[in-house]
């Protein structure tokens, strides 16, 4: 029996009762009846089948719209038998599309944690070599600026070679704001478009940390040598004289240990302020995370000042606003600051006069003022106040004990914190240093 025989006995089957087939098969006799029954028959099939079949593929039609527009998987329940294996056929595919699909979502969504989460700041580049996404790094690192450190000339070179030669390229990068910072770019280009239409990968890896170990080391060699070189050669002096000319004077003995000693202490302090600033510009690209409130921070500080104003005769007049706003700072190093712009301003005022400390609001921000009433400082010199071992006067500042590092160490704790330091003198006028602290980092 042929496929349409086949359909055809299955629809009547299907559709004529019992009785009408009883009828025809007892009314055979008649000479003209089985052809004609014949007809009927093959006719009616023929019609319940094409009605049959017009009704499954409706519904096979309709569950394909359902697992195209949704990845529902459902039966379409044909009754004729090879739609019905088609039916089942079509079924398995659709579930098999459907787990094949949970499993790109479910890798999808672990590459994307996995790049949201990767500690260095991950730029993709779309067709036109502009910013498509960035990462939780980078947003944090550049925030609203991306744009602008795509725009770097030495970005934007590596990133047309990465272009043209197909191969991953990289570049150093100095950015100066909001603090100097050095950072290694590596382009790697992709050979076709990813669906999302990357192009390319940035990678940023911040280079700051190493670039300034080395830097320090080259300070070390060229400024700290020198600044050393001067107490150590007055302590071998005094030892060759202790051993020789002064081995049986006493009184001398006592003067010449008198100044070694100063001698090794100024070198002790030179190595202390020489570590500090070491330490801070390590971390002076991350800023602090903490809030403090410094009212209570400067009473504390100005406190382990009162024998020494004693000493030189000063008064310490400390004025401090109220209902001040928490800053965002590191307690320790907000203290080393005061503690030098006070020092400073005792060191060079008048002895006898007032060192004026103020705490203010400020737009965004608190503001610290030190002001001392002593000679000034003279206009050409204010701009490089915060340079390593910078002097005014060499000897009054040594004879002081001053390393040259305070200014200096002042500068980068404020540069950590995002503030800005102000210098204001005239000569004759005294010195007044100003130190801005933001509520936020956005401020």
Known sequence: MNGMAWLAASALLAVVPVGVLAVLVLGGALALLPAVAGGLVVLAAAMLAAALAQRDLGRLHAALDRVEASGQVDGADPRLPPLAALSRRIARIARARTRRAEELSAALGASEAIIERLPDPLIALDAARAAGRANAAARAAFGADVPAVLRHPLLREAIDRAWQE?????????LPVPVARTLQA????????LPDGTQALVVLSDRTRERAVEQMRADFVTNASHELRTPLASLMG???????????DPPAQQRFLGIMAEQAARMARLIDDLLSLSRIELSEHSPPAERIELGALVG????SFEVRLGERRQRLAVEIAPKLPAVIADADQMAQVLTNLVDNAMKYGREGGTV???LQPAANGVVLS???????????????LTERFYRVDKARSRGAGGTGLGLAIVKHIVNRHRGRLLIESEEGQGAHFSVFLPTSLDA
């Open 300 to 303: 504390r500080v100005l406190a």
């Open 238 to 248: 005094f030892v060759e004289t202790l051993r020789g000319p002064a081995a049986d």
């Open 186 to 193: 590596t382009v790697i280009p992709f050979e076709t478009r």
């Open 370 to 384: 030190v002001r001392d009433d002593g000679p000034g400082i003279a206009r050409i010199h204010l701009s490089r």
């Open 166 to 174: 197909r191969v991953a390229q990289t570049a150093e990068l100095a």
């Open 356 to 358: 004026s400390v103020s």
